[in-house]
């Protein structure tokens, strides 16, 4: 569906039915007056029929759009690239230990939210936190939503929808790697260092590629609790 560039009213405080009724209120109206359109194929009775589905708890958050695709990438890279916790875990660092908060498991009576404290030594707490980082090139997110391996077809369909042209360059209409990177000013990553020739994918990856046991710097695979 697709809305005007103006900002949706929504209520941001009340029960999740109080925030529902008024968000399908307001996309019923939205509708009525020509403002929401609908995508192909759906008419206002199926349009109706899905919004009295919609009953269960909702989680409403609406903001502006985002100016472009690199806003979007740097919101979405804090939580793929976050480390594997947070420095507020981190409570301080004394005579070659480092004491942090962890969440307690059910065998010590945690239930989900009650964070206990414990201290290890340096080299065994950097030792644990490296395990945590992939080893070079290697893949950590995979596509998702209309990105997914399986859903490319339906992502012309959605810009469509949100009043934009279809992607072009690639066959599959997708543009090629080299002219995404050369789009973010990396032009000097689609060539060799050496002769500058322009690189050439000759084959793909295998999927399901785990990480290299000689990559990682601990024999002990724990986690950091």
């Not at 077809?153 to 790697?177: I, K």
């Amino acid at each position: 569906m697709a809305l005007r560039p103006e900002r949706m009213p929504v209520a941001t405080q009340g029960a999740d039915g109080q925030i529902s009724r008024q968000v399908k209120a307001m996309l019923r109206e939205r509708l009525k007056k020509g403002t929401l359109g609908l995508p192909g194929g759906m008419s206002r009775t199926q349009f109706y029929a899905l919004l009295h589905s919609l009953n269960g708890p909702w989680n409403v958050k609406i903001h502006d759009a985002y100016r472009d695709g690199q806003s979007v990438a740097t919101y979405l890279a804090r939580y793929i690239k976050g480390g594997p916790m947070g420095n507020s875990r981190l409570i301080n660092e004394q005579d070659g230990y480092v004491k942090f908060r962890y969440r307690l498991s059910e065998l010590e009576g945690g239930d989900g939210k009650r964070q206990g404290a414990t201290t290890l030594p340096v080299n065994v707490f950097l030792a644990r936190w490296f395990e945590h980082v992939p080893p070079r090139r290697f893949q950590c997110v995979r596509g998702y939503g209309l990105y997914c391996g399986n859903q490319h077809s339906q992502l012309d369909s959605a810009r469509e929808a949100l009043g934009e042209p279809p992607l072009r360059g690639s066959p599959a209409g997708r543009p090629r790697w080299q002219a995404v990177c050369d789009a973010a000013g990396m032009s000097s990553a689609c060539r060799c260092p050496l002769c500058g020739a322009l690189l050439i994918s000759h084959h793909p990856f295998k999927p399901g590629r785990g990480p290299p046991v000689a990559a990682l710097p601990y024999s002990n695979r724990g986690q950091v609790a």
